[in-house]
């Protein structure tokens, strides 16, 4: 009898840890999909002002990646996702989502136009049973990929400097959610304008055994633009000033709920835009066009809360009284270093939550081990709390 | 003579449940239990020295937490410690790990296929929406549908919207779930065999049916409503063996007052005038009561411990269509040692955890087979775990208790009983099954306790050795327990109950059936009720 | 230029049969294209050896409702009407069963089959009620009259009196082995009615609920079995027939390659030779799966669905055996006259059991169960004179047979069923003068039915009422405007009943008279 090697029963390492270990100081970990993944390495304000002024690095390799091809991929692509695939040409990314049958998220992620009909589908958690029940009757390959690419978040105004400085010629003419490869060392490095943090970034995906390589030299090319790696923390407060939404958090995804009424349409997280009912047949779609007939039950609202105290999993009501039940609770909550502001995102049942609303978040906060709470107006506002031009412009400047 | 307010007849977890809150009520309560140890098939006993043997049930997950909490069992000595993790060993020398960590777990099933690992995470939420479904009628008596009493039409509509509180594909789904076979639920999620047969077991445990046979995907929830710690699904080891479970709520019993009695077997339940007067003992003595409560299963209860000519005909005919089949079989095995599985790497975690040996449906199916052909399987499916590694209070030090629960093993051969030699082969082939991949095994054993289901009939009193006192078809749970119009506790005769796993909802160490029946009666005697609530499923 | 109609059925089934009068009754311009150059898909006379024809599927009648017949005018010669059973014993001593009268057992089980004709008549019944309407939707949106249909079923199961409502609770998820070993002691008793609960699916009498399939077996003339003068095509014709009165084209050799979807919709079909037929609506009677797999396309749908229809279990165990004889055979303790009555071989309900244990793992019985009948004694119309047609339906051959269909395969099942069916009829070898199988996989490909099941789909409780197809699309539309089932696969079933067609139809004017 032959023993059969054991899985490994520890966190897994990604490709660039031999990297994050040597910047280890905090100790600092936590599990994403299996792999040691950094809270921080520095303190959280270091790290996320690195987003703001200058430029942070992100391991995003424990990111879920699919490689979608063959002679159906658009067609498959296309039916699984709520948004027109068809509009999305090779050398482009979309945002999209996907819903099940009765209109309900699945999750949300980024497809990746690699090449004519050559996709990569790139999300927060695994999803090869329902891609393969997708592909049922078509002709599509679905191949896991996630072990196989090194990805790392480049974020912050100075990253395009970095890019530059890094050799990559032609960076200056990626226009937001555009793709191009460029060579590294004799690898192909994909570099996408894509990210989490609602600022001037990239994402550059690798082979992992360049990955050592494509650090260093990364590091090496920032070293005068202020570069610093980051951790999931600071990632996160970006992200919420961003606007933009994480399953787990603002939503679950719709296979994984167990109770009734957990789950939540695209039309009711905001993303109708993401939305196009004029593609014949999507997943989702007889559901979400009788939603919009009949109505929303939730909406996702962002929200500018006055005072400075956090509102994390606040309930939300609709007078300061708190009269009447709770509408709605926080999503998500941080203070926003850099527009100084309270910020937050929930969910409210309708009518509430349009824009302009004024609604009251029950916060709760420790000071010296005594807990108080506070009744803070919030308001409904549109936007996301940080947009800044240079997210935008192509080519970038040099900040 | 004394009168006591009531007799629970069997000292088995579920009569001992209800004793307990008879007596927690205030009434003058006795216990009697024909064996000279309690538990019932919930029972540690040292049957080779210094071993102390879990001999039927083996492992403790449905324990209503309501009731551990209620009865303070904690207090009275019971501990219940979690394990985790299972190895299915296949035949060409790999093996398939079960592992608590979702991540690990995932790593493992992505090995044989990624779309399996990933549907796991359906199959489990798939799964888990339905143990909450009915976890929530654990603790409630089923509703008469046949019946226009307020109460029976209100757990009526509870029922209904906790149903259609569900989105609509989802209540399509529950249908489908609760009649369709463990097997093709499977096949819904899962594409590799081994993972398949790995979790196709516990839809048959306990059950007279195989895996293939519509109406063993419910079974599925038998084996993972449970929970440790609030860990839904999680299963542990009770301290000292499956009779701590016993002693805990007997110490419970007699701390509220009660009065418990060994040795003392009943003969027949005494009924005059079509009420209860009490139980006719063995030794000829006789025991007055106001109320008799009956812990043994339904065909036991009727037709072995009542005189025919006090029950309607027809209701004797029903319950002895009632089915309870012998299924399974147990092998209990002293160890010098801990045997090797060198299939398992050194010092793997699987080694504390389940083991099977049965790699594919086929096998699984052919098992049911033989049992079909009235003889124990020849290739059976055994569910193995070795407790000592968990809980050393059992054996001397260094050495192990193995427990194997064996399916399928009917209650007769080709409807004759069990000869010696018979039972020795039934144990013969558990044995070799596993050595097959333990090659020091066989010498490690010092002593086995072979146990046919005809051997649990005799001595735990289970009819046929069922482990559920009735098999768990749709024909048979719910308001269907034991029998229609039957279900709600209360037997034929007045002052009669039934509190064992014959009736709602069933079997398991869950102690759920002693605690509603005393819910009922305590109804009947217009005394307030003092019987847990299911904790609340939000 | 595209011909335009109002509706396209696909197949001449007896269901799309059924359908397309009804709507042409209602006024539609209704076309239905069949595959094969005869109609009445699975209800078809065939000619298999020279001189010797057969129906090449269903050979018996027991479950055409009166409904159907009633709306339809539907007129047609009968060979046989109340034909009864005997259930061969190898001893000789045969059970012999018509309506609710049983000889050859004990008189404790004759008095017992009476009681259980009783129970079991009442129930189907009432199940009956309910093949002959569109299942309600199960959601807090439902309509109206879906809540209605609820309600009325509810109330139905409570009328049937306390006691016979709690049996019925009891049994309809249990298996017949158990119901009839609780009542029978005369094994061929107990053989022959479990063969009846299993015929046609993928279920030995252990398994629970065969006491449904039992029902839904009853649940049109009370198990009272006729056969067709000139085989079944006749009851085909005749449906054909109130088609064409009413309006409707039908054309045959005219197999359907798509269907049409314009802008999320059905636009129409086109055929294999390329002709186009536009209509707002389309009628399937074919499968679930192939509709939606072949014909409509994954991607015209959405995934869950699609995974949905993907899962539906219909892989079909019952083989089809035609004999032409040179005369009867000979059958020990069956006079002459009798030979006008269908046979069964199913010894005991173990003997059941075991047949279905090969079918389990991909393998052919080796003792099949039969369901036998010689058509041409009824109807010398089907035979040369002085010759026989044998007319067996042979279980259990999986569709899945693990080693696949192939011609030794077949053959070797023939010779096995042939082998088998001499212990009843010991010349029965000398009087073959030709034979045909039809496997499930010969059954696919020659009446178009994936998985060759006669029901379109396996008829069991997680398949049946709200979840036949699949949950969401039991009221015939599928989640495609304008798309439609009416055949087997879609509630409540196959058979000759013509319920689906009839129900379709109804559910289609519904719907198009609130639009």
């Given amino acids: 009898m032959t023993t059969i090697q054991e899985v490994p029963q520890d966190r897994l390492k990604s490709p660039f840890y031999s990297r994050q270990a040597e910047l280890d100081r905090l100790n600092r970990w936590h599990e994403w999909k299996g792999y040691r993944s950094a809270d921080g390495f520095y303190e959280t304000a270091l790290e996320y002002f690195a987003i703001r002024n200058s430029t942070g690095v992100f391991d995003l390799t424990p990111m879920t990646k699919y490689r979608i091809s063959g002679a159906d991929s658009l067609d498959f692509i296309d039916r699984l996702v709520t948004r027109d695939m068809r509009k999305i040409k090779p050398g482009r990314v979309a945002y999209a989502v996907w819903c099940d049958d009765e209109g309900q998220v699945i999750d949300d992620g980024t497809i990746f136009h690699l090449r004519q009909g050559e996709y990569r589908l790139c999300a927060q958690e695994r999803h090869m049973s329902w891609l393969t029940a997708a592909a049922i009757g078509m002709d599509v390959s679905i191949v896991d990929e996630t072990h196989d690419i090194a990805a790392l978040a480049v974020q912050g105004p100075t990253s395009y400097s970095v890019l530059k400085n890094l050799g990559l010629d032609g960076i200056e003419n990626l226009k937001p959610f555009g793709l191009d490869n460029f060579d590294f060392a004799g690898t192909e490095l994909m570099v996408s304008r894509t990210g989490y943090t609602g600022d001037l970034g990239y994402e550059l995906w690798i082979s992992p055994d360049k990955a050592e390589a494509l650090w260093d030299a990364l590091f090496e090319a920032g070293k005068h633009h202020g570069i610093w790696a980051i951790g999931t923390e600071a990632l996160d407060q970006a992200r919420i000033e961003a606007g933009y939404i994480g399953a787990y958090i603002d939503f679950l995804p719709a296979h994984v709920t167990i109770r009734s009424g957990r789950s939540r349409s695209p039309l009711e997280l905001g993303l109708e835009w993401l939305v196009d009912f004029k593609k014949a047949n999507f997943n989702g779609r007889r559901a979400l066009a009788e939603e919009k007939r009949r109505g929303s039950a939730w909406r996702l609202v962002k929200l500018d809360i006055e005072g400075n105290k956090p509102a994390h999993h606040s309930y939300i009501y609709a007078s300061k009284g708190g009269r009447g039940k709770e509408v709605g609770f926080i999503t998500s909550a941080t203070w926003s270093p850099v527009c100084k502001q309270n910020i937050a995102i929930g969910t409210v049942r309708t009518p509430h939550g349009k824009v302009g609303d004024k609604l009251f978040v029950e916060i709760y906060y420790q000071r010296e081990m005594h807990w108080s709470r506070v009744m803070a107006e919030a308001t409904v506002v549109d936007k996301p709390f940080w947009d800044p031009q240079r997210r935008r412009a192509t080519p970038p400047g040099p900040y | 003579m004394k009168t006591y307010d009531a007799i629970v007849i069997g000292a088995g977890h579920n009569g001992l449940t209800n004793a307990a809150y008879l007596a927690k009520s205030g009434l003058d309560v006795l216990c009697v239990e024909k064996n000279d140890y309690i538990g019932g098939a919930t029972a540690s006993r040292a049957l080779y020295k210094d071993w102390l043997y879990s001999n039927c049930s083996y492992v403790c997950s449905l324990l209503r937490p309501e009731i551990y909490r209620d009865l303070e069992l904690a207090r009275h000595g019971l501990q219940v410690t979690p394990y985790g993790g299972g190895t299915v060993f296949m035949e060409n020398g790999d093996y398939l790990g079960s592992y608590p960590d979702p991540e690990v777990h995932y790593r493992e099933y992505a090995r044989f296929s990624k779309a399996d690992a990933d549907a796991y995470e359906k199959y489990s939420a798939d799964t888990m929406r339905q143990c909450r479904f009915i976890r929530d009628f654990l603790l409630r008596t089923p509703p008469d549908p046949a019946s226009f009493k307020p109460k029976d039409l209100r757990e009526l509509a509870r029922l209904g919207n906790k149903f259609f509180e569900m989105s609509e594909q989802r209540m399509y789904d529950t249908i489908r779930f609760w009649t369709m076979s463990v097997a093709e639920y499977l096949d819904e999620y899962f594409e590799t065999d081994v993972i398949k047969a790995a979790l196709s077991g516990s839809g048959i445990i306990g059950t007279a049916l195989g895996i293939h046979s519509p109406g063993t995907a419910y079974v599925l929830l038998h084996h993972y409503m449970g929970e440790v710690d609030g860990n839904m699904g999680a299963w542990g080891y009770a301290r000292g063996g499956m009779g701590a479970v016993a002693a805990a709520l007997a110490n419970s019993f007699r701390s509220l007052g009660g009065e418990l009695r060994t040795d003392a077997g009943v003969e027949q339940i005494v009924v005059k005038n079509g009420s209860v007067k009490g139980v006719a003992l063995t030794n000829g003595e006789e025991i007055d009561s106001r109320i008799v409560v009956s812990g043994m299963d339904a065909k036991r209860t009727f037709l072995k411990c009542m005189d025919k000519s006090d029950l309607d005909p027809d209701f004797y005919q029903r319950i002895k269509n009632f089915k309870i089949r012998g299924s399974s079989g147990k092998v209990n095995i002293a160890l010098d040692g801990m045997p090797t599985f060198p299939a398992l790497p050194k010092g793997s975690p699987l080694l504390d955890g389940d083991m099977h040996f049965i790699d594919s449906m086929e096998r699984m199916e052919r098992a049911y087979d033989d049992w079909k052909d009235g003889t124990w399987s020849k290739d059976p499916y055994v569910d193995m775990v070795i407790p000592t590694t968990t809980d050393p209070t059992m054996v001397p030090p260094g050495k192990h208790f193995m427990s194997c629960f064996v399916q399928y093993c009917p209650a007769q051969i080709e409807g004759r009983e069990w000869t010696s030699e018979e039972c020795d082969q039934f144990g013969q082939t558990v044995i070799d099954q596993i050595a097959e991949y333990s090659p020091d095994f066989k010498d490690l054993i010092l002593h086995a306790e072979i146990r046919t289901a005809q051997d649990i009939d005799e001595e735990s009193g289970l009819t046929e050795g069922n482990i559920f006192h009735g098999e768990l078809t749709m024909d048979q749970l719910m308001f269907n327990r034991p029998i229609p119009g039957y279900a709600q506790y209360r037997g034929p005769v007045a002052g009669l109950y039934m509190c064992g796993s014959s009736t709602h909802p069933g079997g398991g160490v869950m102690s759920a059936p002693g605690c509603n029946a005393a819910r009922e009666i305590l109804f009947d005697l217009k005394r307030p009720d003092i019987t847990p609530v299911n904790f609340s499923e939000d | ?515």
């Fill in chain 3, 1 to 515: 230029m595209n011909e335009r109609y109002d509706v396209c059925v696909i197949g001449a089934g007896h269901n799309g049969l059924v359908c397309a009068s009804l709507l042409a009754k209602a006024g539609k311009k209704v076309l239905v294209l069949e595959a094969n150059d005869q109609v009445g898909g699975a209800a078809v006379t065939r000619t298999f050896a020279d001189g010797f024809s057969v129906s090449a599927c269903a050979h018996l009648l027991y479950q055409l409702q009166p409904q159907v017949r009633k709306e339809l005018g539907l007129k047609f010669e009968l060979s046989g009407d109340a034909i009864g059973t005997i259930a061969l014993s190898p001893d000789g001593k045969h059970v012999r069963m018509n309506g609710k009268q049983v000889t050859g057992t004990s008189d404790e089980d004759a008095a017992s089959y009476r009681d259980f004709c009783r129970r079991m008549t009442r129930f189907a019944d009432l199940l009956k009620t309910y093949l002959n309407k569109t299942p309600p939707r199960l959601s807090k949106d439902a309509s109206k009259a879906d809540f209605l249909t609820l309600g009325q079923l509810g109330l139905d199961i409570r009328r049937l009196g306390r006691v016979e409502m709690q049996e019925l609770l009891r049994i309809i998820g249990m298996n017949i082995f158990d119901e009839l070993n609780e009542r029978f002691e005369n094994g061929v008793l107990r053989g022959a009615l479990s063969l009846d609960a299993v015929l046609g699916t993928h279920l030995g009498p252990r398994s629970p609920n065969t006491i449904l399939t039992y029902l839904y077996r009853l649940a049109g003339s009370h198990g009272t079995i006729s056969a067709p003068a000139g085989g079944m095509s006749t009851v085909a014709e005749a449906l054909a027939h109130c088609a064409r009165d009413r309006g409707a084209t039908i054309r045959t050799g005219m197999p359907v390659k798509r269907i049409i979807i314009e802008n999320g919709r059905v636009a129409g079909v086109q055929t294999e030779n390329g002709e186009q037929f536009s209509s707002r609506l389309v009628v399937s009677n074919a499968d679930p799966k192939s509709t939606i797999m072949c014909l409509v396309s994954t991607r015209n749908v959405e995934t869950g669905f699609a995974r949905r229809i993907h899962n539906i279990r219909m892989r079909g165990n019952a083989a089809k055996m035609h004999l032409a004889l040179d005369g009867l055979p000979a059958i020990d303790g069956v006079e002459e006259q009798e030979y006008g009555e269908r046979f069964v071989v199913a010894p005991d309900d173990v003997y059941v059991e075991r047949a279905f244990n090969a079918a389990k793992y991909g393998e052919t019985s080796d003792k099949p169960v039969f369901e036998i009948t010689f058509p041409s004694f009824r109807d010398q119309s089907l035979a040369p004179d002085g010759k026989h047609v044998m007319s067996a339906i042979v279980q259990y051959a999986p569709y899945s047979l693990k080693e696949g269909w192939s011609d030794a395969a077949r053959q070797s099942f023939l010779d096995t069923a042939i082998d088998c069916l001499g212990e009843f009829m010991p010349d029965l070898k000398q009087k073959i003068v030709a034979s045909e199988m039809l496997t499930p996989a010969d059954i696919e490909k020659q009446f178009l039915i994936t998985g060759g099941h006669w029901h379109h789909g396996e008829l069991a409780l997680d398949q049946f009422l709200f979840t036949r197809p699949v949950g969401g699309a039991q009221q015939y539309a599928m989640p495609l405007d304008g798309l439609y089932l009416c055949g087997a696969g879609a509630h409540p079933g196959g058979g000759i009943s013509g319920a689906a067609g009839r129900n379709a139809a109804r559910e289609i004017l519904k719907r198009e008279k609130a639009a």
